[in-house]
C-alpha cells in the first residue's frame, strides 16, 4: 500500500502541476492508471499575501498548518507544499504539524548535487530571491548561489503574480526569463532554480540558456518516492 500524500496547496497553477505531475508518472512504477491516494488543500491565494506582503510568517505557518489539519483529517501520511515562498514559514510549521513534510529545495538541492551543479541561478518571487529558503538548504548541500539584480527581480515578481499565478504565459515573459539566466550564466551559475511552482510552465528547457531544476517536479518526485518506500 502506497503512503497517502497530502498537498498544501498556495497558488493554483503550481499546486495543479505537482498533482499532474505525481498522477501522470506513477502509472510507470505503480501500473497502469494507479497512482497513491492524494488529498489537497489550499487557502485562497489573497489570504496568503496579506501576511506574505507585511512579512509575518508566522500568519503564513498558521494557513499551513489550517490545510496540513486538513489533509490529515482525510488521511495523508504526509504532506508537501508546491510553493517555494512559503517554505519561509517551514520553521513554525515542521514541529507543530500533525504530519511530517517534504522540503522543495532539499529535493532541488539533492537532484542538483546529484547532476554535479555548484552554482545556482535561484529564480522566483522577490521574497524568495532575497529570502532564506535556498541559501539555508544549499549551504547545506554545500552549494553557492547567486540571485538576479534588483531591478530584474521586481519584473520576475511582477510577471510571477499578474501572469503566471492567473496562468497567462506570455513569449515576451518567457524571452525575458531566458535573458536573466544568460546574465547569471555570465556569473558563475551552472543550473538555474525555476523556485516559482508556475515558472516551469513558462521556461523551455530545450531552448534555456542554463539546465534548469524545475521545483515543481522535482518536489512531486520526492513525494512520489516516499510514498512508495516500505516502513
Known sequence: MAKHIGIVACSAEGAALCYRTICMEAPGVMG?????????????????????????????AEL???SADKVHRAGADFAVCPDNTIHQAFA??????????????????DEARRKGFKKLAIL?????????????????????????????????DHIIFT???????DEK??????????DLKSRGCDAAVLGCTEIPLLVN?????????????????????????KD
Open 32 to 60: 497502469e492508471h494507479c497512482h497513491p491516494e492524494i488529498t489537497m488543500h489550499t487557502h485562497p491565494l489573497s489570504e496568503y499575501m496579506v501576511h506574505i506582503r507585511s512579512g509575518d510568517w508566522k500568519k503564513v
Open 64 to 66: 499551513m498548518l489550517s
Open 92 to 109: 513554525f510549521v515542521e514541529n507543530a504539524s500533525p504530519v511530517p513534510w517534504l522540503h522543495i529545495a532539499h529535493s532541488v538541492a
Open 124 to 156: 522566483g518571487t522577490k521574497y524568495l530571491m532575497t529570502g532564506p529558503v535556498y541559501p539555508d538548504a544549499l549551504k547545506k548541500f554545500g552549494l553557492a548561489y547567486e540571485i538576479p539584480d534588483e531591478k530584474a527581480r521586481e519584473r520576475i
Open 163 to 169: 501572469e503566471l499565478v492567473n496562468a497567462v504565459f
Open 173 to 182: 515573459s518567457r524571452l525575458y526569463f531566458n535573458e536573466v539566466m544568460a
Open 205 to 229: 528547457r530545450e531552448n534555456s540558456p542554463l539546465p534548469t531544476l524545475d521545483s515543481t517536479r522535482l518536489l512531486a518526485r520526492a513525494a512520489l518516492k516516499k510514498a512508495l518506500e
